[in-house]
């Protein structure tokens, strides 16, 4: 069975601060990995995803996140913070075969000025 | 492309109303998906279909139905509400290749799309 595991509920940095977001998943096999961030009274938009290749994914807006497969683990990070990085992240997996995806239970991000 | 949108965006229903969540995707993507949002608890799969004509239960099914009878439109019916579903609905959609609920992928996934959500209150 699939599961991720989002550590903290919520975070708070301030503006140009390293942003760290944790996220572990469980699952028996390697899994694909996403990272989506929703504005309040919105959708869920993708900020990156690694499938295969390199482990290191960079994606919109400056974010970046590394898939290790030792750590079972998919954290993202930002190196400096901006005011509209204030948002909740969701971290989610999917089986290779089968497009099916669990989400973790968010992380809000608080970015202080 | 509108993409995928969802109506209606508020909605209170009352113990034992019934009500259909409507959700169309204008992007020809074979993969649909219903998740509810409950606060601090992340999203959960309610359904999903790989098709039209396809559909199979997430997680968390009980209470809800739904049909697929076109690429585009994939409607989520309650029928007899209740408080325990009051939460914020999402549809999403995806691009595959093909249907089927099992597939070879060729060397990744695809990005699903959400829609902006339903709000719905069960009182």
């Known amino acids: 069975a699939q599961s991720v595991t989002q550590l903290g509920s919520h975070v708070s940095v301030s503006e140009g601060a390293l942003v760290l977001l944790r996220c572990n998943y469980s699952?028996?096999?390697?899994?694909?990995l996403f990272w989506y961030v929703q504005y309040p009274n919105q959708g869920l938009q993708l900020l990156l995803k690694?499938?295969?290749?390199?482990?290191l994914v960079k994606g919109i807006n400056g974010f970046e996140a590394e898939f290790k497969k030792s750590e079972t683990s998919f954290h993202l990070t930002k190196p400096s913070a901006h005011m509209s990085d204030a948002a909740e992240y969701f971290c989610?997996?999917?089986?290779?075969?089968?497009?099916?995806?669990?989400f973790g239970s968010g992380t809000k991000l608080n970015v202080k000025p | 492309n509108a993409g995928v949108t969802q109506t209606p965006k508020f909605r209170i229903l009352k113990i034992g109303q019934s009500m259909t969540l409507q959700c169309t995707q204008d992007?020809?993507?074979?993969?649909m998906y219903w998740y509810r949002q409950d606060p601090g608890m992340g999203l959960k799969l309610i359904y999903y279909?790989?098709?039209?004509?396809?559909?199979d239960k997430g997680e968390v099914p009980n209470g809800y139905n739904v049909s697929r009878s076109t690429t585009e439109d994939f409607p989520l019916r309650l029928e007899l509400a209740a408080p325990s579903q009051t939460s914020v609905y999402f549809c999403?959609?995806?691009?595959?290749?093909?249907?089927?609920?099992?597939?070879?992928?060729?060397?990744?996934?695809?990005?699903?799309?959400f829609g902006p959500g339903t709000r719905l209150t069960v009182l």
């Open positions: 999403a959609s995806s691009p595959r290749g093909s249907a089927g609920l099992r597939i070879k992928t060729s060397g990744g996934t695809d990005t699903q799309y």
């Open positions: 699952s028996s096999v390697p899994p694909y």
């Open positions: 690694y499938t295969t290749g390199a482990t």
């Open positions: 989610a997996v999917s089986k290779r075969d089968f497009n099916k995806f669990y």
């Open positions: 992007m020809n993507h074979n993969y």
């Open positions: 279909s790989v098709g039209a004509g396809i559909t």
